[in-house]
């Protein structure tokens, strides 16, 4: 989703949590994860009647959003992702219903839960105000509190090292132990380089530089029989301007940023010739790096299509690693639908044509082979244009290789939901992901061409775009994109139609296969 207000801006105690800022909810989930406090959290979210912006319930027996069971499947799941629970139940929480969760809910279940050293951090570090008042004592800060402010690192260890819910239960007495230890309070962090702690009411947790962790002999013999170029580090440096940070309309190389690295324009020199590429820089410090790197080289070695987008090489041998792809020159759907930098409204047949290769692109993925492939990120960010607008389906690193069997079935079960919140299917957010939800992800971006509308605009009537046109009393033809030009009303008509099949409830809901046939039968007869 594109969300209007950045990290960048001014949060208040009525913003929607999922605009935390990366590093208020790093430091929220360290904070959280040291006792626990996060299931503690998630353990009083209330569900409907109450709404986001209401008061929390206080007393026992009101109905909960989530069960013991979901607090120990996201802690089993965090516990082998090695991620903080918190993170993954902002995930959730925060981005699900239509009054999403505010800043002032999570305060109200902090103060509720008395934990109070996230509950200051929030209202002091977060949004600049003072420190609420406690309940009960003055100053319930225990040794645990007293660790994070000197900097321990000893939960973090704990995470890392412990790899299921079932090991932490073997462990319990062990870990309760290490926790009572004076040993653990007084444990001095190791050194790291730089970093500056600060008083006890503004701490900031710094982490050290993350080293990407070394491949291993078995996946660097499949990347060397992928049949992709291996190009040297510094050559990406070299090719990059040092990987400029200056927009490439403002003579720099960056092209854009997704979830997992900087996206930069280079040129190489191939059989005397210079062709552009696409640079994309994974981030460092990103968990799931390593996993991500092998999924996209796996995938596009094996699935390629007209349609997808081409891998040219890889780097994988400095501090950073590299994804290589081809150049496109016209840059993504959600740009050209927005005329960014300026750019010509893309006509409506040229919008139809993208729609129908986009869908050819999710179709191979999802049939050429037995076991299907879920992109789980289809947005219009991601279908890139070459010079003839022909679309390329890219960003493959959250691509999940489902079960033998019919395609419509469920692949895998995770309370860890990735992708763009404004493309998710309903179910997806339970953690059900099938190659439906490509399908429901691929109605919005028919929505967005249809429309010319953003995914998502937090000053529009039904923030996300499915809401607005479902709750719209327009006409057909009132809701169309005028910059597109006449529109033949009646393909406009049908594929209005075919986006609301697209965004049925899953038992109703297409598959792409059936989709792309309608779209196919909508567009040429």
Known sequence: MQALQSSEDTITITSELRFLPAWARSELAHILEVTHGWREVMGRVPSSPWMPGDPIPQDLHYPRKYSSDDILLISEECARDRREGFEALLEEWGTSGRRRPTVHDLLELLRLAKLYRALDYLTVN??????LPREGDNDPIDDLDKALEEGLRVHQTFIH??????????????????????????????????????????FTFQHPQTQLPPLDAQALQDLKISGFTHFNYSLMKEMTNTFSDVP????????????????????IFQGGREKKVAVKRLNSGEIKV???????????????????????????????WCLVYAYMPNGSLQDRLACAGGSEPLDWRIRVNIGEGAARGIVHLHTYQHRPLVHRDIKSANILLDSNFTPKVGDFGLVHLGGSGTHTRTLIKTSTVFGTSA????????????????????????????????????????????SYVQESEAEVEELLDAKAGAWDMDIASHLFTLAGLCTEAKKKRPTMVQALYNYSHIINH
């Open 290 to 320: 390593k996993e991500q790197f092998k999924t996209e080289i796996e995938v596009l070695s094996r699935c390629i299509h007209e349609n997808l987008l081409a891998l040219e090489g890889f780097s994988c041998d400095g501090p950073d």
């Open 126 to 131: 977060v949004l600049h105000g003072e420190a």
């Open 423 to 466: 493309y998710m299917a309903p179910e997806a957010f339970r953690g059900d992901i099938s190659v439906k939800m490509d399908t429901f992800s691929f109605g919005i971006v028919l929505l967005e061409m249809l429309t010319g509308l953003p995914s998502y605009d937090e000053e529009r009537e039904g923030c996300d775009l499915l």
């Open 248 to 267: 490439v309309d403002l003579g720099g190389c960056k092209l854009g940023e997704g979830a997992f690295g900087i996206v930069y324009m280079a040129k």
């Open 161 to 202: 090292e412990i790899s299921s819910c079932e090991e932490v239960r073997d462990n319990a007495s062990v870990y309760n132990e290490k926790l009572n230890s004076n040993d653990l309070v007084h444990a001095t962090a190791p050194p790291v380089e730089d970093e500056v702690v600060s008083p006890p009411t503004t």
